[in-house]
């Protein structure tokens, strides 16, 4: 592929033809998976030609004179990728934010030992275990691999957070232990927007309450030809005070827009979906409009896809194949300072091959709050 921008000479602008010549490779690529399209038990491997392309920019650094017309012909796809794609998660990630240590903390640091990270594995306390036979959503787990249309909670250690020496070095470690238990998902649909369904008579969160358990609940709001929520509801027994949970749950939303933090990830999926998700933590309260509910035992996070143009341009590409994904969710706070590292998961959810047609309308109570 290459483009021709001559006639574009006022305020040209050598990026630009690299961005329009990807959106022209992502809009094949994406139209390849659309026709092409079949259930993922006997798909075959999707966007063969797209090696082809790769290993063609590899070798057009080594002859660039064969493609002196096309767009600066010694970068790779790969690179053109990790600079051009219109993904949510690059804007907002967390990756480049800087730290100002003092010295007095910087020498400190130097007399850090292995001891630090075995307390933080006892720091994970196996708390007495909540009874789950009590709490149902509509949308079934199922732990077995290769289930569809259903959810399964996801292992901490796939994601990567912030370790207890993030501030001085930048190192992640595996996230471990969730600091709350998932305990049901809910797959609803309407034909409106569905705000605070944790006042739904009978839903876990209100089970949980009714067994003093604390709820966060964080309802994934998903607009396309009917309105979709996918509902996760975590619980814990009760929250620590001074913990940077408790602050984010008790805070105003300011603070919490700049700490809630999603990682996704797309473990199966077409190479165009991949592409478009990532897996680069992101600030949800930065790239998409938040609500907050805070109930007497329970905060639910309302995340309104549809408000993001990059998000729900990604979310667009999604919803058509969804039946095909398996994709991963992690959510936590981010923590900014050294005594709020290392960072812990809220939890973790996997959900597997959904089907639209799965989804149920919900009866809600009115609203009050």
Known sequence: MQIDLKGWGAGYISMFQQHCLLQMLNSVAGLREWF???DERGAPPRIPVMVNMASASVSSKKNPKLHESSVHPT?????MTSVGRNSMMDEYSDEDEEYQIADSEQEAYQTKNENDIKRTALEEEPVHRIDLSCFSGNLRRDDRDNTRDCWRISDGNNFRVRSKHFCYDKTKIPAGKHLMDLVAVDWFKDTKRMDHVARRQG???QVASEQGLFSVVFNLQVPASMHYSMVFYFVTRELVPG???QRFIDGDDEFRNSRLKLIPSVPKGSWIVRQSVGSTPCLLGKAVDCNYI?????LEVDVDIGSST???GVLGLVIGVITTLVVDMAFLVQANTTDELPERLIGAVRVSHIELSSAITPTLEPDTS
């Not at 805070?294 to 329970?298: D, L, N, V």
């Open 203 to 205: 839903c876990a969160a």
């Open 36 to 38: 092409a399209q079949t």
């Open 310 to 312: 990059v998000a729900n």
């Open 294 to 298: 805070r109930g007497p035992k329970y």
């Open 243 to 245: 913990s940077l949970l």
């Open 75 to 79: 970068q790779s796809l790969d690179q």
